[in-house]
């Protein structure tokens, strides 16, 4: 069984649509969009274990460009 997590990214400004399409490219991203409000880009992503989520946050989404802020929300099953 995977984790599943939302990612939601603040970016610097105008830089939402690079920085969406960057991560699209990750291994583990299932989806990444543009939004509007408190933060810019939404990314659903899965990983083996919590551990490798946690790995991929920050060794590969906040190693994209222009990101300036991530919060990274787990999926549970209630």
């Known amino acids: ?6 990612v939601l990214i603040q970016t610097e400004v ?5 920085v969406a399409s960057e991560v699209r490219n990750l291994k583990g991203v299932v989806s990444a969009d543009d939004v509007t409000g408190p ?4 990314v659903s992503t ?6 490798d989520l946690g ?3 920050v060794s590969q989404i ?3 460009e222009g990101i300036t802020r ?3 929300c787990p999926v549970v099953q209630l």
């Open 14 to 18: 105008g830089r939402a649509a690079h």
């Open 39 to 42: 933060y810019d880009v939404i």
């Open 46 to 51: 899965e990983a083996p274990t919590m551990d």
């Open 70 to 72: 991530t919060l990274t």
């Open 55 to 57: 790995k991929m946050v």
């Open 1 to 6: 069984m995977s984790v599943r997590a939302y």
């Open 62 to 64: 906040q190693a994209v």
